[in-house]
T-cell receptor, first 112, second 110 residues
C-alpha cells in the first residue's frame, strides 16, 4: 500500500507557466483534499472532493483548478503561475465517517 | 485569521526537559486532532480527542481536550531529540473538513 502519492516532489516554474500537481491514492477513500503550507501559516485548504465527479472550493482556491474523474486521482492545476503560489502543496485523503487525514509527502513549488 | 491559535510558535528545549504546547479557539469542535510533521514529510496523526475533558496518553505524550471542546494541550515528558518536529492541531468542522492551526516548531537539543 503506497497510501497517498504526490508527484513531482520539487518543481521550479516561471511566472505565467502552468503545471499539474498529481495526487493518487490506493486507500479507496472518498474524501480528497489539496492544502498549501506556508511558513508560520499552517495548512490552508485549496480545494476538496467528497467523491468522484464532485469538487468544491476551500479557503484559498483562486489561481487553481481541480478535477476528480476517479476515486484514486485528484490533480491540482495551476494556470498562469504567480510568485504568490510559491509554497509546499499537500494532498490528503480521509475515509467517510472518520476525520483522520492521511497526507502525501508534498510538492515544493517555487515560482520565479 | 486562524480559527485555531497555537502557542508558542517556537520552542527549543534540552533533552530530558518537559514541554507543553497549546491550541486555543473561540469555536467548539466535534473533535480535535494533533499531528506531527517532520521536515520534507506530510503531517502524521498522533491522536484524536472527542469528549470534553478527555485526556489521552501516548507513551511520553499527554493530550487534553478542554471541557468546552474549544482548546487542547499537548504535554511531552522527558523530551528526546526524536520528538523534534512541527506539531499541528486541527479541529473538525463537520464530518469531512479540518481547520489547522499554524503549528508549533519544537526542537529538542541533545
Amino acid at each position: 500500500n503506497a497510501g497517498v502519492t504526490q508527484t513531482p516532489k520539487f518543481r521550479i516554474l516561471k511566472i505565467g507557466q502552468s503545471m499539474t500537481l498529481q495526487c493518487t491514492q490506493d486507500m479507496n477513500h472518498n474524501y480528497m483534499y489539496w492544502y498549501r503550507q506556508d511558513p508560520g501559516m499552517g495548512l490552508k485548504l485549496i480545494y476538496y472532493s467528497v467523491g468522484a465527479g464532485i469538487t468544491d472550493k476551500g479557503e484559498v482556491p483562486n489561481g487553481y483548478n481541480v478535477s476528480r474523474s476517479t476515486t484514486e486521482d485528484f490533480p491540482l492545476r495551476l494556470e498562469l503561475a504567480a510568485p504568490s503560489q510559491t509554497s509546499v502543496y499537500f494532498c490528503a485523503t480521509m475515509v467517510t465517517g472518520n476525520t483522520e487525514a492521511f497526507f502525501g509527502q508534498g510538492t515544493r513549488l517555487t515560482v520565479v | 485569521t486562524q480559527l485555531l491559535e497555537q502557542s508558542p510558535q517556537f520552542l527549543s528545549i534540552q533533552e530530558g526537559e518537559n514541554l507543553t504546547v497549546y491550541c486555543n479557539s473561540s469555536s467548539v469542535f466535534s473533535s480535535l486532532q494533533w499531528y506531527r510533521q517532520e521536515p520534507g514529510e506530510g503531517p502524521v496523526l498522533l491522536v484524536t480527542v472527542v469528549t470534553g475533558g478527555e485526556v489521552k496518553k501516548l507513551k511520553r505524550l499527554t493530550f487534553q481536550f478542554g471541557d468546552a471542546r474549544k482548546d487542547s494541550s499537548l504535554h511531552i515528558t522527558a523530551a528526546q531529540p526524536g520528538d523534534t518536529g512541527l506539531y499541528l492541531c486541527a479541529g473538525a468542522l463537520g464530518d469531512y473538513k479540518l481547520s489547522f492551526g499554524a503549528g508549533t516548531t519544537v526542537t529538542v537539543r541533545a
